[in-house]
């Protein structure tokens, strides 16, 4: 069967689609008894959404540090105070603020 996804402001429901059903039975089975579908679903794609989650993390951790100590070295080579010394001329510098805000 198909695989319809339903989405509104609380509840996001994914409904399978078993076979045709004729308007004039009274009693119909709507598949909630049988969740093995969800599990397999949410198994499949809840692996990638992780591994691609891991990623981008990792790349905007990696950015963030790179970019601040490429601040921190602009500030070094224009002759300012170290911000080990007490130095706090960093604070100006628009790309140690890009590598805080990643």
């Not at 599990?39 to 963030?64: D, N, Q």
């Amino acid at each position: 069967g198909s695989l319809i996804t339903l989405s509104c402001l609380s509840h996001r429901v994914v409904c399978q689609v078993i076979s045709d059903a004729d308007p004039a039975d009274s009693v119909q089975d709507n598949g909630t008894s049988d969740n093995f579908w969800i599990t397999r679903l949410e198994s499949s794609y809840g692996f990638y959404i992780g591994l691609g989650l891991a990623v981008f993390s990792s790349f905007l951790i990696g950015s963030s540090v790179i970019l601040k100590k490429k601040g921190l070295l602009r500030l070094v080579e224009k002759g300012g105070t170290r911000a080990g010394d007490g130095g706090h001329g960093y604070l100006k510098d628009w790309l140690w603020w890009a590598g805080l805000i990643t």
